[in-house]
């Protein structure tokens, strides 16, 4: 026993091992859970902005996509929030882990506590709005980011598929036809007269508009449904 004394003794002297802190452990605990608690809310904010998303897809057009509706849900699934939640979500689990009296606390606990706490922060932001002025400031910052409002007028602006939105410019009563011009700049114009108008839908100038029908030379229908739900944020 001696001698292995004497050995951790000359270790200690040979390489000059000195003893670490008190405060620096508490500066590491602190930043610990700072960064747990950061790493939380970034979880909640990814969890909010995912609820968002999946909220404001229009499920029921799937059949005018060539697509089962199993096969739309992929698609339309946001799996960079979804990696982002639950990456930030493991590394604040560790992080507590780590802390000074995490060994106190089950992993399944702290993950089940976590977890909870994540959702609940980001279905409280997402009815109190922030998942969409989130998901806004984010699109109008970052070309490559595709907003729900970008997602939408990209899946409603597939004429060639029935599928089609707008600002209404003029409308002709006499004739059931209105001009409209589509999220890109370009016109067309719709015969109404068979419509079904869905969503509390009013066909009148400066309303934007999301109609689901079938093309012809000019925008002529059979039947075709209007919906007064923009594409556009704008409130």
Do not use: C
């Not at 605990?29 to 970034?42: A, Y």
């Not at 606990?109 to 980001?122: R, T």
Request: proline share 2%; no cysteine; glycine share 6%.
């Amino acid at each position: 026993m001696n001698k292995l004394s004497n050995k951790i003794l000359d270790q200690i002297k040979t390489e000059e091992i000195r003893p670490t802190s008190r405060f620096i452990f508490l500066l590491r605990n602190i930043g610990l859970w700072i960064v747990s608690v950061l790493l939380i809310i970034l979880g909640s904010i990814s969890i909010s902005l995912l609820t968002h998303n999946m909220a404001n897809q229009d499920w029921d057009i799937y059949r005018h996509l060539d697509k089962s509706l199993l096969g739309f849900v992929i698609s339309s699934l946001p799996y960079f929030w979804i990696i982002l939640a639950i990456f930030s979500l493991i590394i604040a689990v560790l992080n507590v882990e780590h802390s000074r009296k995490g060994y106190k606390y089950s992993p399944l606990k702290i993950i089940i506590v976590s977890i909870l706490l994540a959702i609940s922060l980001g279905f409280a932001g997402y009815a109190l709005g922030f998942g969409k002025k989130i998901d806004n400031y984010i699109g109008s910052k970052f070309r490559s980011y595709q907003s729900v409002e970008i997602q939408k007028k990209l899946v409603w602006n597939q004429p060639d598929k029935g599928l089609f939105s707008g600002t209404i410019e003029s409308v002709n009563k006499e004739n059931t036809t209105f001009d409209l011009k589509d999220f890109s700049g370009k016109e067309w114009q719709v015969d109404y007269s068979m419509a079904t108008l869905k969503g509390g839908a009013r066909v009148e100038e400066n309303s934007e508009v999301k109609i689901i029908g079938k093309k012809t030379g000019v925008f002529n229908y059979f039947q075709i449904y209007i919906f007064q739900e923009s594409t556009a944020d704008t409130t």
